[in-house]
């Protein structure tokens, strides 16, 4: 019975969320070969990296901050 109820709650919990889980837009690229991307500022990827070696960059798999349309104006003149 405590089963049922834990798993109505979590899904209760998680219907809720409108918004699924965002991906951290920065990854750490380390010398061992190594890849972590879950950090959310660039300074937190940085802080990672110091002292190990290696480089960050931007996390290309996913857009956490993306919406519908294009973040960008576009202006047409018709002539």
């Known amino acids: 019975m405590r089963i049922a109820a834990v798993a ?6 998680l219907s809720l969320c409108s918004n699924g889980a965002q991906a ?7 010398n061992t ?4 991307c879950n950090f959310y500022s660039w300074r937190q990827c940085m802080t990672a990296i ?3 070696g290696g480089y960050c960059s931007r996390n290309g798999v ?7 349309g294009d973040a960008r104006r576009r202006y047409r003149r018709d002539y």
Do not use: I, K, M, Q
């Not at 070969?33 to 972590?36: F, R």
């Open 33 to 36: 070969g190594l890849n972590d």
């Open 62 to 68: 996913e857009r956490p901050y993306s919406t519908s």
């Open 50 to 52: 110091s002292g190990v």
């Open 24 to 30: 951290a837009p920065w990854c750490a690229h380390f």
């Open 8 to 13: 109505a709650t979590l899904f209760a919990a």
